[in-house]
C-alpha cells in the first residue's frame, strides 16, 4: 500500500474515533476532496456505480442499498447480482441512472440519505447536494484509490471492522501470486500491451489499473512511459513496442481470434506467438473492486504459465470470491467462467 | 400563306418572331391584352414604351421566362414553349436583368459562359474563338482578362452582351441595353447593332428613350396601355400620333436631315405623368 | 506573382509532400533513414536489414494507406466544397451543410451500436440519405433555390443529429466512446481494406465534379444567366449534387468528419488561381489532398499519442488561410 494510502488509513481511524465519539456522527472525505458528513451510519443508500455497488455488497451493507444503476440489470452482470440479492432477481430494486444519465427526480423519491456518484458527474451531484442529500464522489485511478473506496464506505455503513477483514484478504491473495511469480520475474518480465475494448489502440499508459495489474502480474506494460490513463496511441509505436502478450478487455465486437488475422498485427511478437487473450469477463476481472487480485491472477497465468503448473486456479478464485461476497452462489456464477 | 398561329409562313418572309393575341395577367392584374406583331427576320425592330407599360412583362414572355394565358409565340415558325432549352437557346439569345458578380471571374472567363448551349462539358477552340469575335466586335477586346468584378457598369453591360453575342442565336432580345452606357458609348452600340448584328441575326430591343429608337432602328412598335402598336406604314416613326399616347405629353419633332429627335411638348397638357 | 508561378505552387506541391510523407512518423518509431534502407534494398534487391519486418509493416501497412487515404479524403472533401460552393453561390457552404456530416455520424452510431452493421456501409448510405431528404425538402414548387436547400438541411441535420444522441442514450458505455471517437474524425485505424473501399467511390465523385468543372462556371455566374444560355439551372445543381455528395459521403464514412477541409481549401485555391473551375477544380482536389496529408504529417510527429485531426486541420489551416487573406484578396465579392 502506498505511504498515501497508509496516512488516509490512519486519519480514517483516528477519526473513527475521535468523529462518532464527538457527536455520533460519521464523516469521510471523498473522491473530490469534500467531506461528506452523516449524523449515523447510512441507511438509504443509492448506488449508481456497480463497481462500488459491489464494494456494499463485499461489506455486507447491500441490505442499506434502496436504489441501483439500471447497467446491474442489463449487463453481463446480471446474473451474480441475481444470485446475490433476490431483490434484483425480482426486479424489485429501483434503478433511477447509470454512469451517463441519472434522473434526479427518481432519486431524490428514494429518500436516501447517501448518494454514491462519479466525481465528475458534477450536475447530479450539484442538483442532490442542493436538496441536502450527501453525495459520495468516486474516481478510480489506482488499486489504492479501490482501497481507499472500501475503507469509507466501511465508515459510512459502520462496517469498518469488514472493510478491515476484506482488505486482509486482498493482501494475503497478492501476497500469494507475489510468491508465485517470484522466480519467473527473476528471469525477465514480458512487455504487455493492454488493449481497450474502444479500439485496437486504445490503451492505459503508466497512472493506471492497468499498469498496475500488468506489474502485479509479473509483466512490463508496453505504453509504461505513457503519463496518460487512457490514450489512443499510434500504430506504429505498438510495432515499434512489439509486446510479447496482448491482453484484451473484454470485447464483443473483437476477439483474439480477429487480433490474430489481422494483417496489422501480423509482425508483431505477440500474435506470432499466439499469445493474445481476452480477459473472459467484466464481473470477475473488474479492476474498480477489490476483485482486481482475480484479473492478476488471470494475466499472471497467462504470462508465467509455468509458475501456476499444478495450481487449481479456478478453485483459488471461487475461494476468493465467496471470500469477498460472503456468498457460495455468486463464485458458484463465476465458475461457469473460464480461466481463458 | 399563314400557318395555323395565323404567322406568316411563306417561304422568305417567315417571321422572326411571331406574336398572336397575347393576353397576360400578373395578380388579377391585366398587364398585356391583345397583343399581336411580326418580327421581320434580319432587321433592328425596337419596341418603344414607357417604364411600367409593360416592356419587361413582353419582354420576359418572348423569351419563354413567363408563359402567357392566352396566345401564341412562335420563332421561325416554331413554338416557343415547344422547344427544349438547347435547342430554344440556339434560336433565342437574351440578356437577363440585374446581374450580381459574386466571382472574379475574368471578363473572357464570362464571355466564354455563353457557349455553353453549344460547348457542352468543356469548351473547345471555335468557342474560344467565338468569344474572340464578340470581343472584337464590341471592341472590348483589351479588357478580356480583367477581372470582371473590377469594371465600371458600362463595361460590365458590353461584357454581358458580348456574352450573348457569343451565343450566336438567330434571334437576340435586348431589354433596355443601353441602360449603363454613357450618351456616346450607347449611339455607338445602337449603330454596331443596326450596321453589322443585323446581317446574320435578327434584333429585337426594347428601349425607353425613343430618339435613340429612331436613330438606329429599322422597325417600330409602340407599347402603350398594355397593347402594341404598329405605326402607320409609309411615315416616319416620329411623325406618328401615337407617340403622344405612349408617353401621355405631346411632342415636338426636330427634323435634321434624313432623321428627326422628338421632344416632349407642352406637359400642362400631359395626361398622366 | 505571375499566374504560371501561382499554379506550378498549387500543382507542383502535392507529389513531394504525399513523397515525403512517408518518412514520417511519430518520435518513438522508426527513423527516417531506416525507411529509406528498407525501400532501396526493396527497389534493388539489397540485403535486408535485422528489423526489416518491422518497417515494412510500418511503411507498408500503416503509413501508405494513411497517407492515400488522407490524400484523398482531403481532395474528395475539398472538391466537393469548391462545388457546393459554386451550386449555392455561397462562400460560407461546407460538404456537410446538407446532413451528410450529421446522417453519416447516425449511420455509423447505428452501426457501432447494434454491431452486426458494417460501419462504413452505414455512415455512406445514411449521409446520401440525409442529402436526398434535403433537397426533397427543399423544393418549394418546382424551383430549389439556395436558401431553402440550406434551410432544410439545417432541419434534416438537426432531425438526424436527435436521432444520433437516441442511439447514443441507448448505447453501453464503451460502444457511446467509440461513437464518439468516430464522429471526432480519425485517420489512425486506415489500412488497406479501408483504402480499398472508399477510394473507388471518392475517385467516382471526383472525376464527375472534374468533368462538370466548366459547368460550374455557367452555373456560378446566376441561375437567370444560366438559363439565358441554355442550362437549366435545377437539373444542373442536381448533377452537380451527385457526384459531390458521392465523394463527401464517401470520405466521412471513411474517416469521420473533419472540418475546414471542405470550407476553407476552396477559398484557398481561389485566391491563389482564380474562381475559374477549370483549373480551380483540380486543383482543390490536389491541394486539398496535399493539404489534409500535410496536417496528417503533424499530428503524427507531434504527439505521442493520437489526436483527432480536426485539432490539426484548424490549427495548421487557420494560420495558413489567414496568411492568404492578408496576401491576397479574397476570391469573393462581398
Known sequence: MTLWGLATLLSLWVLAW??????????????????????????????????????????????????????????????????????????????????????????????????????????????????????????????????????????????????????????????????????????????????????????????????ELIE???????????????????????LKADPDLIVMWVNAARDPLHILSDVRWRWVKAVKNKRVHELPDVFTSDLWTLKYPVAVLTLARWLHPQAFHGEDLKGRRRAFLERLYNSAAVARVADHVPLD | ???????????????????????????????????????????????????????????????????????????????????????????????????????????EDVVLTGRAAHAGLVPKAQDRAAVREALEQLGIEPLASKPYTELSGGEQQLVLIARVLAQKPKVLLLDEPTSHLDFVNAHRLMALVRDSLCAHMTVVAILHDPNLAFQHGTDFFFLADGHVFQPDSGRDPWNSALLERVYGVPMETISFGNGAVVVPGDFSKSARP | MFPWIKRAVVFGFPWPIVVLSVFVGPQDSIAPKEALEWMASMMMGAPAAENADLVRAIV?????????????????????????????????????????SSGAAFGAAVAL?????????????????????????????????????????????????????????????????????????????????????????MGCGGVGMFFLRWRMNVLALGDQEAYAVGVDP?????????????????????????????????????????????????????????????????????????????????????????????????????
Request: aromatic share 10%.
Open chain 1, 18 to 211: 475521535i468523529g462518532p465519539a464527538a457527536a455520533g456522527s460519521v464523516e469521510v472525505v471523498d473522491f473530490r476532496g469534500k467531506t461528506v458528513l452523516l449524523k449515523e451510519p447510512a441507511r438509504r443508500i443509492v448506488c449508481l456505480i456497480e463497481s462500488a455497488l459491489s464494494g456494499l455488497y463485499m461489506l455486507g451493507a447491500a441490505d442499506r442499498v434502496v436504489g441501483v444503476s439500471s447497467n446491474i440489470y442489463e449487463g453481463s452482470v446480471r446474473p451474480y447480482y441475481e444470485a446475490l440479492d433476490p431483490r434484483i432477481r425480482f426486479k424489485s430494486l429501483p434503478a433511477p441512472g447509470n454512469w451517463d444519465f441519472i434522473n434526479v427526480e427518481s432519486v431524490v423519491a428514494l429518500k436516501p440519505d447517501l448518494v454514491i456518484l462519479w466525481a465528475h458527474q458534477t450536475e447530479a451531484i450539484q442538483a442532490l447536494e442542493n436538496r441536502g442529500i450527501a453525495v459520495f464522489g468516486v474516481f478510480v485511478e489506482r488499486f489504492a484509490d479501490v482501497h481507499r473506496e472500501i475503507e469509507a464506505f466501511g465508515v459510512l455503513t459502520g462496517t469498518e471492522e469488514r472493510s478491515r477483514e476484506l482488505i486482509r484478504a486482498v493482501a494475503q491473495e497478492r501476497q500469494w501470486v507475489d510468491e508465485k511469480l517470484q522466480a519467473a520475474t527473476a528471469l525477465g518480465r514480458p512487455t504487455v500491451y493492454f488493449m481497450w475494448a474502444q479500439g485496437d489502440l486504445e490503451t492505459s499508459g503508466e497512472n493506471s489499473t492497468v499498469d
Open chain 1, 216 to 238: 502485479m502480474a509479473g509483466g512490463v506494460n508496453a505504453f509504461k512511459h505513457m503519463p496518460q490513463e487512457h490514450v489512443t496511441v499510434h500504430w506504429e509505436s505498438v
Open chain 2, 1 to 107: 400563306m399563314k400557318d395555323r398561329h395565323g404567322c406568316d409562313a411563306s417561304a422568305g418572309n417567315e417571321a422572326a418572331l411571331c406574336v398572336r393575341n397575347l393576353r397576360f395577367a400578373y395578380g388579377g392584374v391585366e398587364v398585356l391584352r391583345h397583343v399581336s406583331f411580326d418580327i421581320k427576320p434580319q432587321r433592328f425592330t425596337v419596341l418603344v414604351g414607357r417604364n411600367g407599360s409593360g416592356k419587361s412583362t413582353l419582354f420576359r414572355l418572348l423569351v419563354g421566362l413567363l408563359k402567357p394565358q392566352e396566345g401564341r409565340i412562335a420563332v421561325f415558325g416554331r413554338d416557343l414553349h415547344r422547344l427544349s432549352l438547347r435547342e430554344r437557346t440556339r434560336l433565342l439569345g437574351f440578356l437577363p436583368q440585374h446581374h450580381h458578380p459574386v466571382f472574379p471571374f475574368s471578363v
Open chain 3, 60 to 100: 507498408w501497412d500503416i503509413r501508405l494507406p494513411r497517407i492515400l487515404l488522407a490524400f484523398c479524403v482531403g481532395g474528395a472533401l475539398a472538391a466537393s466544397g469548391a462545388t457546393l460552393q459554386a451550386v449555392f453561390r455561397n462562400p460560407l457552404v461546407c460538404p456537410y451543410i446538407l446532413g451528410l
Open chain 3, 113 to 201: 451500436a447494434v454491431g452486426f452493421l458494417p460501419v462504413y456501409g452505414s455512415a455512406f448510405l445514411f449521409a446520401m440519405a440525409a442529402v436526398g431528404c434535403s433537397y426533397a425538402l427543399g423544393r418549394v414548387g418546382k424551383a430549389v433555390t439556395p436558401v431553402s436547400l440550406v434551410l432544410s438541411g439545417i432541419i434534416v441535420s438537426g432531425i438526424f443529429t436527435a436521432l444520433l444522441t437516441i442511439v447514443q442514450f441507448l448505447a453501453d458505455p464503451f460502444r457511446l466512446q467509440t461513437i464518439v471517437h468516430w464522429t471526432m474524425g480519425n485517420l489512425h485505424n486506415a489500412e488497406w481494406k479501408r483504402v480499398l473501399d472508399s477510394v473507388p467511390l
Open chain 3, 234 to 334: 435545377e437539373r444542373e445543381k442536381i448533377t452537380m449534387l451527385i457526384p459531390a455528395t458521392l465523394a463527401a459521403s464517401a470520405a466521412v464514412a471513411a474517416a469521420g468528419i473533419i472540418g475546414m477541409v471542405g470550407l476553407v481549401v476552396p477559398h484557398m485555391v481561389r485566391m491563389m488561381l482564380g474562381p475559374d473551375n477549370r483549373v480551380g477544380m483540380p486543383a482543390c482536389f490536389l491541394f486539398g489532398g496535399a493539404f489534409l496529408v500535410l496536417v496528417d504529417d503533424f499530428s503524427r510527429a507531434l504527439t505521442a499519442f493520437e489526436l483527432p485531426i480536426g485539432i490539426f486541420t484548424t490549427l495548421v489551416g487557420g494560420p495558413f488561410f489567414i496568411f492568404l487573406l492578408r496576401r491576397f484578396r479574397l476570391g469573393w465579392a462581398v
